[in-house]
Protein backbone atom coordinates (compact mmCIF):
# COMPACT_ATOMS: atom_id res chain seq x y z
CA UNK A 1 0.00 0.00 0.00
CA UNK A 2 3.11 2.74 0.49
CA UNK A 3 4.64 1.29 -2.40
CA UNK A 4 1.63 1.91 -4.04
CA UNK A 5 0.83 5.15 -2.57
CA UNK A 6 4.32 6.57 -3.25
CA UNK A 7 4.27 5.44 -7.00
CA UNK A 8 0.83 7.61 -7.44
CA UNK A 9 2.68 10.61 -5.45
CA UNK A 10 5.65 10.53 -8.02
CA UNK A 11 3.52 10.17 -10.92
CA UNK A 12 1.18 13.16 -9.56
CA UNK A 13 4.66 15.18 -9.30
CA UNK A 14 5.29 18.17 -11.60
CA UNK A 15 7.74 17.46 -14.22
CA UNK A 16 10.64 20.21 -13.84
CA UNK A 17 11.10 23.16 -15.25
CA UNK A 18 12.94 23.10 -18.88
CA UNK A 19 12.49 19.32 -19.35
CA UNK A 20 8.45 19.98 -21.25
CA UNK A 21 9.79 20.03 -24.95
CA UNK A 22 6.62 21.40 -27.19
CA UNK A 23 6.10 19.16 -30.43
CA UNK A 24 8.28 19.49 -33.26
CA UNK A 25 6.99 22.64 -35.47
CA UNK A 26 4.25 23.36 -33.02
CA UNK A 27 5.45 26.31 -31.64
CA UNK A 28 6.20 27.86 -34.70
CA UNK A 29 2.89 27.00 -36.55
CA UNK A 30 1.16 28.90 -33.53
CA UNK A 31 3.69 32.09 -34.38
CA UNK A 32 3.10 32.54 -37.75
CA UNK A 33 -0.44 34.00 -39.13
CA UNK A 34 -2.83 33.01 -41.65
CA UNK A 35 -1.52 35.01 -44.52
CA UNK A 36 1.91 34.02 -43.80
CA UNK A 37 0.79 30.29 -43.98
CA UNK A 38 -0.60 31.09 -47.24
CA UNK A 39 2.27 33.00 -48.89
CA UNK A 40 4.17 30.29 -47.84
CA UNK A 41 2.11 27.72 -49.29
CA UNK A 42 1.93 30.14 -52.46
CA UNK A 43 5.63 30.11 -52.97
CA UNK A 44 6.19 26.93 -52.19
CA UNK A 45 3.41 25.39 -54.86
CA UNK A 46 5.26 27.63 -57.43
CA UNK A 47 8.89 26.41 -56.44
CA UNK A 48 7.64 22.54 -56.81
CA UNK A 49 5.78 23.76 -60.14
CA UNK A 50 9.24 25.28 -61.64
CA UNK A 51 11.55 22.19 -60.32
CA UNK A 52 8.39 19.38 -61.87
CA UNK A 53 8.53 21.71 -65.36
CA UNK A 54 12.50 21.59 -65.45
CA UNK A 55 12.57 18.20 -64.81
CA UNK A 56 9.86 17.72 -67.35
CA UNK A 57 12.39 19.56 -70.20
CA UNK A 58 15.21 17.11 -68.87
CA UNK A 59 14.00 13.83 -69.33
CA UNK A 60 13.20 15.12 -73.33
CA UNK A 61 16.80 16.71 -73.69
CA UNK A 62 16.46 16.07 -77.70
CA UNK A 63 13.01 17.54 -78.28
CA UNK A 64 14.38 20.46 -75.51
CA UNK A 65 17.45 20.92 -77.43
CA UNK A 66 15.96 21.38 -80.58
CA UNK A 67 13.60 23.61 -79.36
CA UNK A 68 16.54 25.83 -77.43
CA UNK A 69 18.52 25.69 -80.74
CA UNK A 70 15.57 27.19 -82.75
CA UNK A 71 15.19 30.10 -79.94
CA UNK A 72 18.84 30.75 -79.58
CA UNK A 73 19.12 31.07 -83.65
CA UNK A 74 16.16 33.44 -83.69
CA UNK A 75 18.01 35.64 -81.09
CA UNK A 76 21.16 35.64 -81.74
CA UNK A 77 20.97 36.72 -85.12
CA UNK A 78 19.59 40.62 -84.60
CA UNK A 79 21.34 40.45 -81.49
CA UNK A 80 24.60 40.01 -83.79
CA UNK A 81 23.45 42.38 -86.13
CA UNK A 82 22.92 45.10 -83.71
CA UNK A 83 26.55 44.40 -82.29
CA UNK A 84 27.59 44.95 -85.89
CA UNK A 85 25.69 47.81 -86.35
CA UNK A 86 27.08 49.71 -82.94
CA UNK A 87 30.27 49.20 -83.89
CA UNK A 88 29.83 50.77 -87.52
CA UNK A 89 28.45 53.72 -85.69
CA UNK A 90 31.27 53.92 -83.26
CA UNK A 91 33.84 54.23 -85.60
CA UNK A 92 31.74 56.50 -88.00
CA UNK A 93 31.43 58.63 -84.37
CA UNK A 94 34.91 58.50 -84.45
CA UNK A 95 35.42 60.04 -87.85
CA UNK A 96 33.18 62.44 -87.46
CA UNK A 97 34.59 64.28 -84.34
CA UNK A 98 37.55 64.77 -86.67
CA UNK A 99 35.78 65.85 -89.65
CA UNK A 100 37.25 69.74 -90.88
CA UNK A 101 36.39 72.30 -92.92
CA UNK A 102 39.01 73.32 -95.54
CA UNK A 103 39.10 77.35 -96.24
CA UNK A 104 41.10 78.04 -99.15
CA UNK A 105 42.02 82.10 -99.13
CA UNK A 106 42.11 83.97 -102.72
CA UNK A 107 45.89 84.11 -104.41
CA UNK A 108 46.67 87.87 -103.53
CA UNK A 109 45.68 87.44 -99.74
CA UNK A 110 48.95 88.48 -97.89
CA UNK A 111 49.88 87.60 -94.87
CA UNK A 112 48.15 90.01 -92.45
CA UNK A 113 44.77 88.70 -94.03
CA UNK A 114 45.78 85.15 -92.73
CA UNK A 115 46.49 86.03 -89.56
CA UNK A 116 43.36 88.12 -88.95
CA UNK A 117 41.41 86.02 -89.96
CA UNK A 118 42.90 83.25 -88.31
CA UNK A 119 42.16 85.47 -85.08
CA UNK A 120 38.88 86.06 -86.03
CA UNK A 121 37.80 82.43 -86.68
CA UNK A 122 39.03 81.07 -83.65
CA UNK A 123 37.28 83.31 -81.16
CA UNK A 124 34.37 81.91 -82.80
CA UNK A 125 32.34 79.37 -80.44
CA UNK A 126 31.19 76.99 -83.20
CA UNK A 127 34.58 76.20 -84.45
CA UNK A 128 37.12 74.52 -81.69
CA UNK A 129 40.74 74.61 -83.36
CA UNK A 130 41.94 76.89 -86.32
CA UNK A 131 45.50 75.30 -88.32
CA UNK A 132 46.88 77.08 -90.72
CA UNK A 133 48.90 76.16 -93.61
CA UNK A 134 50.76 78.85 -95.55
CA UNK A 135 51.76 78.76 -99.56
CA UNK A 136 55.10 78.00 -98.80
CA UNK A 137 53.84 74.81 -96.68
CA UNK A 138 51.50 73.59 -98.31
CA UNK A 139 53.91 73.48 -101.69
CA UNK A 140 56.56 72.15 -99.43
CA UNK A 141 54.30 69.12 -98.53
CA UNK A 142 52.89 68.30 -102.25
CA UNK A 143 56.56 68.53 -103.32
CA UNK A 144 58.12 66.02 -100.59
CA UNK A 145 54.46 63.61 -101.15
CA UNK A 146 53.94 64.20 -105.06
CA UNK A 147 57.31 63.17 -106.83
CA UNK A 148 56.96 66.21 -109.33
CA UNK A 149 59.81 68.19 -107.83
CA UNK A 150 61.49 68.75 -110.88
CA UNK A 151 58.60 69.97 -112.18
CA UNK A 152 57.77 72.19 -109.71
CA UNK A 153 60.94 73.75 -110.48
CA UNK A 154 59.60 75.28 -113.87
CA UNK A 155 56.92 77.45 -112.11
CA UNK A 156 57.37 80.74 -112.02
CA UNK A 157 55.52 81.17 -108.65
CA UNK A 158 53.63 79.12 -106.20
CA UNK A 159 50.47 78.25 -107.32
CA UNK A 160 48.69 76.68 -103.84
CA UNK A 161 47.17 79.09 -101.78
CA UNK A 162 46.94 79.83 -98.03
CA UNK A 163 45.21 77.36 -95.84
CA UNK A 164 42.98 77.25 -92.97
CA UNK A 165 41.79 73.87 -91.28
CA UNK A 166 38.74 74.19 -89.35
CA UNK A 167 37.26 72.04 -86.65
CA UNK A 168 33.81 72.61 -86.04
CA UNK A 169 32.35 72.44 -81.87
CA UNK A 170 30.11 69.13 -81.62
CA UNK A 171 27.19 71.28 -81.73
CA UNK A 172 26.85 71.85 -84.86
CA UNK A 173 28.46 69.11 -86.55
CA UNK A 174 25.24 67.44 -88.36
CA UNK A 175 23.99 68.18 -91.25
CA UNK A 176 21.58 71.74 -90.78
CA UNK A 177 24.72 73.47 -88.68
CA UNK A 178 27.70 72.20 -90.81
CA UNK A 179 25.68 73.79 -94.41
CA UNK A 180 24.37 77.34 -92.09
CA UNK A 181 28.81 77.87 -91.45
CA UNK A 182 30.02 77.21 -95.00
CA UNK A 183 27.22 79.60 -96.31
CA UNK A 184 28.64 81.92 -93.59
CA UNK A 185 32.28 81.27 -94.55
CA UNK A 186 31.79 81.90 -98.00
CA UNK A 187 30.10 85.27 -97.49
CA UNK A 188 33.98 86.27 -96.15
CA UNK A 189 36.39 88.18 -98.21
CA UNK A 190 39.73 86.60 -99.89
CA UNK A 191 37.80 83.27 -99.22
CA UNK A 192 38.35 81.56 -102.40
CA UNK A 193 36.53 78.04 -101.85
CA UNK A 194 34.95 76.28 -98.64
CA UNK A 195 35.31 72.54 -98.88
CA UNK A 196 33.62 70.09 -96.22
CA UNK A 197 34.29 66.35 -95.89
CA UNK A 198 31.28 65.16 -94.52
CA UNK A 199 29.12 64.03 -97.92
CA UNK A 200 30.58 60.40 -97.52
CA UNK A 201 30.01 60.58 -93.60
CA UNK A 202 26.56 61.89 -94.25
CA UNK A 203 25.68 59.04 -96.51
CA UNK A 204 27.25 55.92 -94.73
CA UNK A 205 25.21 57.74 -91.35
CA UNK A 206 22.15 57.33 -93.53
CA UNK A 207 22.63 53.77 -94.76
CA UNK A 208 23.63 52.57 -90.94
CA UNK A 209 19.94 53.98 -89.66
CA UNK A 210 18.13 52.19 -92.16
CA UNK A 211 20.40 48.92 -91.55
CA UNK A 212 19.27 49.75 -87.75
CA UNK A 213 15.44 50.17 -88.62
CA UNK A 214 15.75 46.60 -91.12
CA UNK A 215 17.15 44.53 -88.03
CA UNK A 216 14.85 46.13 -85.82
CA UNK A 217 12.33 44.75 -88.59
CA UNK A 218 14.11 41.82 -88.44
CA UNK A 219 14.30 41.34 -84.64
CA UNK A 220 10.50 42.02 -84.54
CA UNK A 221 9.70 39.10 -86.84
CA UNK A 222 12.05 36.98 -85.47
CA UNK A 223 10.52 37.41 -82.00
CA UNK A 224 7.04 36.64 -83.53
CA UNK A 225 8.61 33.56 -84.50
CA UNK A 226 10.27 32.31 -81.30
CA UNK A 227 6.50 33.24 -79.41
CA UNK A 228 5.03 31.23 -82.15
CA UNK A 229 7.52 27.80 -81.85
CA UNK A 230 7.32 28.00 -77.92
CA UNK A 231 3.62 28.36 -78.62
CA UNK A 232 3.00 25.29 -80.47
CA UNK A 233 5.09 23.43 -77.92
CA UNK A 234 3.37 24.38 -75.27
CA UNK A 235 0.31 23.09 -77.48
CA UNK A 236 1.66 20.27 -77.49
CA UNK A 237 2.46 19.69 -73.87
CA UNK A 238 -1.57 20.55 -72.85
CA UNK A 239 -2.20 17.77 -75.34
CA UNK A 240 -0.13 15.00 -74.01
CA UNK A 241 -0.99 15.83 -70.84
CA UNK A 242 -5.00 16.48 -71.24
CA UNK A 243 -6.20 13.79 -68.97
CA UNK A 244 -4.54 15.21 -66.16
CA UNK A 245 -5.83 18.86 -66.99
CA UNK A 246 -9.26 17.20 -66.74
CA UNK A 247 -8.80 15.18 -63.84
CA UNK A 248 -7.24 18.50 -61.93
CA UNK A 249 -10.63 20.36 -63.41
CA UNK A 250 -13.00 17.88 -62.17
CA UNK A 251 -11.39 18.06 -58.83
CA UNK A 252 -11.72 21.63 -58.32
CA UNK A 253 -8.36 23.37 -59.52
CA UNK A 254 -8.17 26.83 -60.91
CA UNK A 255 -7.15 27.67 -64.54
CA UNK A 256 -3.84 29.50 -62.67
CA UNK A 257 -3.41 26.24 -60.65
CA UNK A 258 -3.67 24.43 -64.00
CA UNK A 259 -1.61 27.46 -66.05
CA UNK A 260 0.87 27.48 -63.58
CA UNK A 261 3.02 24.45 -65.22
CA UNK A 262 3.25 25.43 -68.67
CA UNK A 263 3.78 29.17 -67.88
CA UNK A 264 6.95 27.49 -66.63
CA UNK A 265 7.73 25.78 -69.44
CA UNK A 266 7.51 28.52 -71.19
CA UNK A 267 9.91 30.46 -68.88
CA UNK A 268 12.74 27.83 -68.94
CA UNK A 269 12.49 27.31 -72.88
CA UNK A 270 13.11 31.00 -72.75
CA UNK A 271 16.47 31.06 -70.40
CA UNK A 272 17.74 28.02 -72.75
CA UNK A 273 17.12 29.51 -75.68
CA UNK A 274 18.82 32.96 -74.28
CA UNK A 275 21.87 31.28 -73.03
CA UNK A 276 22.58 29.09 -76.41
CA UNK A 277 22.37 32.86 -78.29
CA UNK A 278 25.05 34.18 -76.21
CA UNK A 279 27.02 31.26 -76.42
CA UNK A 280 26.73 31.27 -80.40
CA UNK A 281 27.56 34.90 -79.90
CA UNK A 282 30.54 34.87 -78.26
CA UNK A 283 31.71 31.82 -80.43
CA UNK A 284 30.85 34.02 -83.25
CA UNK A 285 32.53 36.98 -81.98
CA UNK A 286 35.82 34.44 -81.03
CA UNK A 287 36.11 33.48 -84.58
CA UNK A 288 35.84 36.98 -86.82
CA UNK A 289 37.86 38.93 -84.26
CA UNK A 290 41.08 37.22 -85.69
CA UNK A 291 40.34 38.48 -89.56
CA UNK A 292 38.39 42.05 -88.52
CA UNK A 293 41.20 42.74 -86.45
CA UNK A 294 43.88 42.32 -89.29
CA UNK A 295 41.21 44.14 -91.93
CA UNK A 296 41.03 47.06 -89.72
CA UNK A 297 44.74 47.50 -89.43
CA UNK A 298 45.52 47.30 -93.10
CA UNK A 299 43.07 50.32 -93.24
CA UNK A 300 44.92 51.86 -90.20
CA UNK A 301 41.52 51.78 -88.99
CA UNK A 302 40.21 51.27 -84.80
CA UNK A 303 37.41 49.30 -85.89
CA UNK A 304 36.51 46.18 -83.67
CA UNK A 305 34.00 44.12 -82.97
CA UNK A 306 32.34 44.64 -79.32
CA UNK A 307 30.58 41.78 -77.39
CA UNK A 308 27.80 41.99 -75.05
CA UNK A 309 27.89 44.22 -71.74
CA UNK A 310 26.65 42.24 -68.65
CA UNK A 311 23.75 44.91 -68.76
CA UNK A 312 23.23 43.54 -72.75
CA UNK A 313 23.67 39.69 -71.61
CA UNK A 314 20.81 40.72 -69.07
CA UNK A 315 18.26 42.31 -71.70
CA UNK A 316 18.96 39.22 -73.65
CA UNK A 317 18.09 36.39 -71.57
CA UNK A 318 14.93 38.77 -70.10
CA UNK A 319 14.15 39.00 -73.49
CA UNK A 320 14.45 35.78 -73.94
CA UNK A 321 12.25 34.70 -70.88
CA UNK A 322 9.50 37.14 -71.66
CA UNK A 323 9.00 35.79 -75.54
CA UNK A 324 9.13 31.97 -74.18
CA UNK A 325 6.82 33.50 -70.99
CA UNK A 326 4.25 34.90 -73.83
CA UNK A 327 4.45 31.86 -76.55
CA UNK A 328 3.07 30.10 -73.46
CA UNK A 329 0.55 32.26 -72.05
CA UNK A 330 -1.10 32.34 -75.47
CA UNK A 331 -1.13 28.72 -76.34
CA UNK A 332 -2.14 27.89 -72.48
CA UNK A 333 -5.24 31.22 -72.89
CA UNK A 334 -6.30 29.20 -76.05
CA UNK A 335 -6.11 25.63 -75.70
CA UNK A 336 -6.79 25.17 -72.07
CA UNK A 337 -10.17 26.65 -72.14
CA UNK A 338 -11.11 24.52 -74.85
CA UNK A 339 -10.86 21.39 -71.83
CA UNK A 340 -13.60 21.68 -69.61
CA UNK A 341 -15.18 18.90 -68.15
CA UNK A 342 -18.40 19.63 -69.01
CA UNK A 343 -17.97 20.17 -72.66
CA UNK A 344 -16.06 17.00 -72.43
CA UNK A 345 -19.20 14.95 -70.81
CA UNK A 346 -21.87 16.88 -72.88
CA UNK A 347 -19.42 15.63 -76.05
CA UNK A 348 -19.42 11.97 -74.51
CA UNK A 349 -23.35 12.45 -74.45
Known amino acids: MAANRGVSRASQKPPAKGKERPAPGRGAARSRTPLQELLGSYLSHHRKTAKDSAQRLWRSPVASLMTWMVMGIALALPVGMLLLLG ?15 TLYLEQNAGGDTLDRM ?9 ITDVTVITREEALAEFRASSGLADALDYLDENPLPDTLLLTPSADIRNKQGMEALVDELEQVDAVARVQVDLGWLQRLNTITDLLGRGVWALALLLGAAV ?5 NTIRLAIENRRDEILVAKLVGGTDAFVRRPFLYTGIW ?11 LLELTLW ?53 EPNQIEAGHA
Open 87 to 101: SLQGVSAGWDSTARI
Open 118 to 126: RIQLASRKD
Open 269 to 279: YGLGGGIIAFV
Open 287 to 339: WMSGPVEHLASLYRSQFELSGLTFEGTFALLLASVLLGWLGAWLAVKRHLDAI
Open 227 to 231: VLVIG
